[in-house]
């Protein structure tokens, strides 16, 4: 048990809908990730937030936003969903804003299912 | 895509023996990198790391081999046994701020 918690599990919807992660880092994390694992992307890093700013992007869409609240834990918001976003969604926690350069802890995912 | 890759994406091991897992990089600026393990329906699990400055380190079981020249990052797990069946990932910083993963390796380790 890495101590990253991410809700739900499983998340099953329709084409055009909009739907909303959760990820509790570690305690004491204060860096949280999200990333999108797919059959044929691999890991793909979206966005990081360290302390409740924004940290750094990656290959995130504009349909995704992502934010994180004082208590640390964070959002993940996709809308407009199409079947291209099937996959699952990691969330990752480090102590750092430097996350590259520190192991980083992820949770269990959610898998997300458009139909 | 990703600099990060792994030479092949399925190992076949018998149990006992010792597995060596690939991966090249070709961001000559990367200075960190980390080996992760992924089971099936769980989260990828690190494993260890190594910093550029470094040409080896080893961990129980596990040795990661760092060679700057040819851009080429190895996993040695001694004594592979059933439940080190997973999916590996290598990953690399070449920025600040994320890590770029590969492809992955499955292993299965055969009884």
């Known amino acids: 048990d890495s101590g990253v918690t991410q809700t739900p599990k499983h998340l099953i919807t329709a084409t055009g809908q909009r739907v909303t992660l959760r990820c509790s880092p570690r305690?004491?994390?204060?860096?949280v990730y999200w990333y999108q694992q797919s059959l044929d992307q691999g890991l793909q890093f979206l966005i990081q937030?360290?302390?409740?700013?924004?940290?750094a992007k990656g290959n995130i869409l504009e349909r995704f936003s992502a934010q994180q609240f004082p208590d640390l834990h964070s959002e993940l918001n996709l809308s407009s969903l199409e079947l291209g976003d099937s996959a699952l969604y990691f969330c990752?926690?480090?102590?750092?804003?430097?996350?590259?350069?520190?192991?980083?802890?992820f949770g269990p995912g959610t898998r997300l299912t458009v139909t | 895509g990703e600099s990060v890759g792994l030479h092949l994406p399925t190992l076949s091991v018998q149990e006992g023996d010792n597995s060596i897992i690939n991966c090249a990089y070709s961001?000559?600026?990367?200075?960190?990198f980390i080996w992760y393990k992924q089971e099936s329906g769980k989260g990828p699990q690190f494993i260890i790391d190594?910093?550029?400055?470094?040409d080896k380190r080893q961990g129980q079981r596990v040795t990661v081999l760092l060679n700057k020249t040819v851009k080429h990052l190895s996993l040695q797990i001694a004594a592979t046994q059933p439940g080190d069946s997973a999916v590996y990932f290598c990953?690399?910083?070449?920025?600040?701020?994320?890590?770029?993963f590969g492809a992955g390796t499955t292993v299965t380790v055969r009884a």
């Open positions: 990752a926690s480090s102590p750092s804003a430097s996350g590259g350069n520190y192991e980083q802890y």
């Open positions: 305690s004491g994390d204060l860096s």
């Open positions: 937030y360290y302390n409740g700013e924004e940290r």
């Open positions: 961001n000559s600026a990367s200075d960190y």
């Open positions: 190594i910093r550029s400055n470094m």
């Open positions: 990953a690399e910083n070449s920025n600040d701020y994320k890590l770029s």
